[in-house]
């Protein structure tokens, strides 16, 4: 099967920088993909892993170690508009249908 | 281009009913795929299509079914409602179904069951 775990809920203020954590399981690895999704809205693409490293795309950046199974995404210079749930997923058997991770809501203070 | 539409985006029902559900995805995309939301599960995947095949099926009892027409629409349905379908339903469509595919989300179909 496949598990992906993340912290439920991670606190920041304006400006600052916040990093979300996420472990996984799978048989078989494709990748590790991040969504974003306000409350009430559909969940948004962000950023797509397939080889180590960091990958930078504005003020967000994504990393992921196949040797750890391991990945994180890095919010910098961080807006209220930030304020959302942040889910990693993984390719279910080599498609495009994602298993997601339970999620973890950032809250962004003034 | 028009993003993924479904239809409708909210439904009351009264448990033991059936209700089927519509995704519309963006013109030129042969996969979709269908998912659960609920505050306890998350975001779980029901099933995917492509080409009018299910080709990837999640861990859901069979009173869930869907299909994919020739277009690429496609429905899901439930059937002998239970409270604890009470969910956001959420379709997404890619453009070629591969693992680097960007997952594109309409807005939802809020089910509840009453």
């Known amino acids: 099967g496949q598990s992906l775990e993340q912290p439920s809920e991670v606190t920041a203020v304006e400006g600052a920088i916040v990093q979300i954590n996420c472990t996984y399981q799978t048989s078989g690895f494709y990748g590790l993909s991040w969504y974003q999704q306000h409350d009430g809205g559909a969940p948004t693409f962000l950023s797509y892993?397939?080889?180590?490293g960091l990958e930078e795309t504005g003020r967000f950046s994504s990393f992921l170690s196949r040797s750890d199974s391991y990945g994180y995404l890095l919010l910098q210079e961080l807006q209220m508009k930030d304020s959302a749930s942040y889910f990693c997923?993984?390719?279910?058997?080599?498609?495009?249908?994602?298993?997601f991770g339970k999620g973890t809501m950032l809250l962004v203070s003034p | 281009k028009a993003g993924v539409t479904q239809t409708p985006r909210y439904l009351i029902k009264t448990r033991g009913q059936q209700v089927t559900l519509s995704c519309s995805p963006i013109?030129?995309?042969?996969?979709v795929s269908w998912y659960q939301q609920t505050p306890g599960q998350g975001l779980q995947f029901l099933f995917e299509y492509f080409s009018e095949t299910q080709r990837n099926k999640g861990n859901f009892p069979g009173r869930f079914s869907g299909r994919q027409f020739s277009n690429s629409r496609s429905e899901m349905n439930v059937s002998t409602l239970e409270l604890g379908d009470s969910a956001l339903y959420l379709c997404?469509?890619?453009?070629?179904?591969?693992?680097?595919?960007?997952?594109?989300f309409g807005p939802g179909t809020r089910l509840t069951v009453l």
């Open positions: 997923a993984v390719p279910h058997r080599g498609y495009s249908t994602l298993t």
């Open positions: 013109s030129g995309h042969r996969s």
């Open positions: 892993n397939a080889l180590d």
């Open positions: 997404a469509s890619s453009l070629t179904g591969r693992p680097d595919n960007e997952q594109f």
